[in-house]
């Protein structure tokens, strides 16, 4: 269901070079969630893993969790098409804290409907920030996204996003406040999972918003003219702890 998926598929294979036989992973076809295991060898763990994301975010225990310590600055506009989103690449400096360990906010992209279900129930959309430590493990903030009012804090990325795969819109002059997109009600549903696409490494810190923020039906509709269904099925809680705090 990605709406160009079929270019993103040729550009991949030609990027690929002896491996042009191989499909390029998508979220439809032969590259689809389900075949991802099998594409290529280092794309073993999304078949084999037993601690993979998304979920179904229902049954949380209310339990003491990490605390998020959000220290997001500004950034400069980087929103870059890479064929399976949109993604914002943001400037050094913004951090999230988790019991005690620091780890740096990379970038922000979405997929539409949200990859994580409450209740089994998808949001319209979501946003994952994506930071990574020092020793390289990754910890992930999901924010659920509804229609509703019109969201000031998302207008510069979704009113710039790049129509083709590999266009980028960079403006120094655009100085973007990175909180400003987070739920003023930092509830959240934790839990240790993986990345939803290839190669679905583990090892995840995994922290999905329990509050929605909202853009218009006029944004969603924009950011699925580009890419609709690019969200990975649910996957097996495998009796992994799912905790819900503060």
């Given at each position: 269901?990605?709406?160009?998926?079929?270019?993103?598929?040729h550009h991949a294979a030609h990027?690929?070079?002896?491996?042009?036989?191989?499909?390029?992973?998508?979220?439809?076809?032969?590259?689809?969630?389900?075949?991802?295991?099998?594409?290529?060898?280092?794309?073993?763990?999304?078949?084999?893993?037993?601690?993979?994301?998304?979920?179904?975010?229902?049954?949380?225990?209310?339990?003491?969790?990490?605390?998020?310590?959000?220290?997001?600055?500004?950034?400069?506009l980087h929103v870059v098409n890479?064929?399976?989103?949109?993604?914002?690449?943001?400037?050094?400096?913004?951090?999230?804290?988790?019991?005690?360990?620091?780890?740096?906010?990379?970038?922000?992209?979405?997929?539409?409907?949200?990859?994580?279900?409450?209740?089994?129930?998808?949001?319209?959309?979501v946003a994952h920030f994506v930071?990574?430590?020092?020793?390289?493990?990754?910890?992930?903030?999901?924010?659920?996204?509804?229609?509703?009012?019109?969201?000031?804090?998302?207008?510069?990325?979704?009113?710039?996003?790049?129509?083709?795969?590999?266009?980028?819109?960079?403006?120094?002059?655009?100085?973007?406040?990175?909180?400003?997109?987070?739920?003023?009600?930092?509830?959240?549903?934790?839990?240790?999972?993986?990345?939803?696409?290839?190669?679905?490494?583990?090892?995840?810190?995994?922290?999905?918003?329990?509050?929605?923020?909202?853009?218009?039906?006029?944004?969603?509709?924009?950011?699925?003219?580009?890419?609709?269904?690019?969200?990975?099925?649910?996957?097996?809680?495998?009796?992994?702890?799912?905790?819900?705090?503060?």
């Open positions: 269901m990605e709406s160009h998926g079929g270019d993103a598929h990027q690929e070079g002896e491996h042009h036989h191989a499909p390029h992973w998508s979220y439809s076809g032969e590259g689809a969630p389900a075949h991802w295991g099998e594409l290529k060898a280092e794309f073993g763990t999304c078949a084999a893993g037993q601690a993979q994301s998304p979920i179904n975010l229902t049954g949380a225990a209310s339990a003491p969790v990490p605390a998020l310590q959000v220290n997001y600055g500004s950034t400069t890479n064929g399976h989103t949109i993604q914002a690449n943001v400037d050094s400096g913004s951090t999230l804290t988790v019991a005690g360990k620091t780890y740096n906010l990379l970038q922000f992209h979405f997929h539409s409907p949200s990859e994580h279900t409450v209740d089994g129930q998808p949001a319209d959309m930071h990574k430590a020092e020793d390289s493990s990754l910890a992930v903030i999901g924010v659920l996204i509804q229609a509703g009012a019109e969201s000031a804090a998302l207008a510069p990325v979704l009113s710039n996003m790049p129509a083709e795969e590999g266009g980028k819109v960079d403006n120094a002059q655009v100085t973007y406040d990175l909180a400003s997109i987070l739920p003023a009600d930092r509830s959240h549903f934790h839990y240790s999972g993986s990345l939803t696409t290839p190669p679905c490494s583990e090892g995840v810190d995994w922290n999905v918003m329990a509050t929605p923020v909202q853009i218009s039906a006029a944004q969603l509709d924009a950011y699925r003219h580009l890419y609709l269904g690019n969200a990975r099925p649910v996957q097996p809680l495998n009796g992994r702890a799912l905790d819900m705090g503060m």
